[in-house]
């Protein structure tokens, strides 16, 4: 496996080896993503920033109300932190308040998001907006055809590692393993 989809991987869900682990983000993808989304909300809140108060200052409107898309028939399930209707679409937004950078992880986040969207709202959302950092700088991902190929390349890899066993290995890191989801089962947490 390649150094990219090690990381996505790892990042994406702090997976252990575990193939079973592996199944179960495979399996619910955004599931996943929420639990990790759910470590993040909590740091916002020790920040003690509202998301409403951002949405509001952000985009000027007040945010709809954020909804858990589950889809059986994509295979997908996921929240975004944010919602809202704009130029007639519902445009779905996710906050990364400990990062600075547009990181290819967080798109893919956002596409699986756009792609809910679609399904549940009965229109393609143009695009998706990243709120980075502290000083909440807006991103606007576009929703194209180009990106959700590049979506469907990075699930369908990852669904083949799951098909053909392929190991996977941890990388412990005491400040990783530290806010773990997975940590409690983990054989090689370090700290
Ligand atoms: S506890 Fe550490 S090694 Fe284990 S899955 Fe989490 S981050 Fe990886």
Redesign the pocket.
């Known amino acids: 496996m390649n150094n990219f989809y090690k990381k996505l991987i790892?990042d994406l869900v702090?997976?252990?080896k575990s193939f079973a682990l592996l199944i179960i983000v495979l399996i619910a993808l955004v599931i996943v993503l929420d639990a990790i989304t759910s470590v993040a909300k909590k740091k916002r809140l020790k920040t003690g920033l509202k998301e409403s108060g951002i949405f509001e200052t952000a985009f000027g409107s007040k945010p709809l109300p954020v909804k858990t898309y589950v889809s059986d028939m994509q295979g997908l399930s996921g929240r975004p932190d944010g919602l809202i209707s704009e130029n007639g679409f519902i445009i779905p937004i996710e906050r990364k308040a400990f990062s600075k950078k547009v990181r290819d992880r967080y798109i893919a986040q956002l596409l699986v998001y756009m792609r809910l969207v679609e399904e549940f709202e009965g229109k393609k959302p143009p695009y998706g907006y990243l709120v980075l950092g502290k000083k909440n700088r807006l991103v606007k991902i576009y929703n194209n055809d180009d990106k959700q190929a590049w979506l469907s390349g990075l699930l369908g890899e990852m669904k083949s590692f799951v098909n053909e066993s392929v190991d996977v290995k941890?990388?412990?890191?005491k400040n990783?393993?530290k806010k773990?989801i997975?940590?409690e089962d983990?054989e090689?947490?370090?700290g």
């Open positions: 790892i702090d997976t252990p941890a990388t412990p890191h990783k393993c773990c997975v940590r983990c090689f947490r370090e």
